[in-house]
């Protein structure tokens, strides 16, 4: 008998307790971020080939969030997709400071396409490869554009093979 108002009296106290709990929790990261003015945006090239120069203002320029505006996560989203369309990898980091808004970010540019060296193929010519593939040497690199040359334009790479075998592009095993 003992045990069950032990229980009784100890499952009541975690029941009032628990809707005061949300009342003292920290506001969410979010609510943190969104509206205190943007006072500095900064930006950092991380993989600049030697020789190469950059320059801030071309990312900056892209951004609808200024300097000086109140922060808006939802600006900000929109800013980094526009971001990645153009660049390879970009890292955002946000820190609020005296009720500012402090961004920094870190971009990589996307690689080169220096060469293309075809092993393996037996069956099929190197010239018929280099043009169903339709990616040069010397191009910007494109993560989402190299799958689909590679796959060309289906998630089955075999299909591609059997594509060429049709077309008479390849001889039979």
């Known amino acids: ?18 809707p005061c709990s949300n009342v003292f929790a920290e506001p969410a990261a979010s609510e943190v971020y969104e509206h205190p003015p943007v006072a500095k945006i900064q930006v950092h090239i991380e993989n600049l080939p030697p020789g190469a120069t950059f320059d801030p203002k071309s990312v900056l320029s892209k951004l609808s969030t200024q300097v000086g505006d109140p922060f808006s996560q939802l600006t900000f989203d929109s800013d980094l997709k526009t971001l990645a369309d153009e660049y390879d990898r970009i890292e955002p980091s946000i820190e609020v400071v005296n009720g ?16 293309i060296k075809w092993q393996g193929n037996r069956h099929v010519k190197t010239k018929a490869l280099q043009k169903e593939l339709a990616i040069k040497p010397h191009a910007v690199f494109n993560r989402v554009s190299f799958n689909k040359a ?24």
């Open 150 to 173: 590679c796959y060309f334009g289906s998630k089955d790479p075999g299909s591609r093979y059997r594509n060429l075998r049709k077309r008479g592009k390849i001889g039979s095993d």
């Open 1 to 18: 008998m003992n045990k069950t108002k032990l229980l009784l009296c100890l499952s009541a106290l975690v029941l009032m307790n628990a």
């Open 100 to 115: 500012e808004v402090y961004i920094t970010l870190k971009v990589w540019v996307r690689p080169i396409i220096r060469s």
